[in-house]
């Protein structure tokens, strides 16, 4: 199982590091919660969708590339908490930038067979 969460994992920064935001917002189930830095707690995906939406609108955001490393995966059943470091080139109205955070991300196996974030935990990494 744990090359199920890797796959999904996998497919979830490519959508995320390449713009494909439908496929992006597909890896998530729909109750799932985000806490980021700097920002309020979102409590569902659609909430996340619409922060998402101000963020593109009023800051001018947008993902140029992701890439992950230092993964770990620990399986708890049909659930699994992956933590990584995480590398971002963005882009926004105050011009580009590359961030590194680190990243806490819980998957649930759904009754279909697929991983799904339920969870996601984004914070600065330590400098």
């Given amino acids: ?19 494909r935001l439908e496929d992006y917002f597909g890896c ?10 700097g920002e309020r707690w979102l409590g569902s995906l659609e909430e996340y ?5 101000r963020w593109v609108t009023q800051d001018g955001f947008a ?5 992950s490393g230092l993964m770990k995966i620990q399986m708890l059943g049909d659930a699994a908490v992956l933590t ?3 590398t971002t080139r963005l882009h926004s109205n ?3 930038e590359t961030v590194h955070e680190r990243e806490t991300i ?11 974030v339920v969870h996601e935990h984004l914070s600065p990494q330590p400098t």
């Fill in 84 to 86: 990584h470091a995480v």
């Fill in 28 to 37: 998530f189930a729909d109750d799932a919660t985000f806490v980021f830095h």
């Fill in 106 to 116: 819980v998957f649930a196996k759904q009754p279909d067979g697929r991983w799904l």
């Fill in 94 to 96: 105050a011009g580009d």
């Fill in 63 to 67: 993902v140029r590339s992701a890439e």
């Fill in 1 to 19: 199982m744990e090359d199920q969460v890797q796959e999904a994992h996998a497919r979830l920064m490519a959508a995320f590091g390449e713009g």
């Fill in 49 to 53: 969708r619409t922060e998402w939406g």
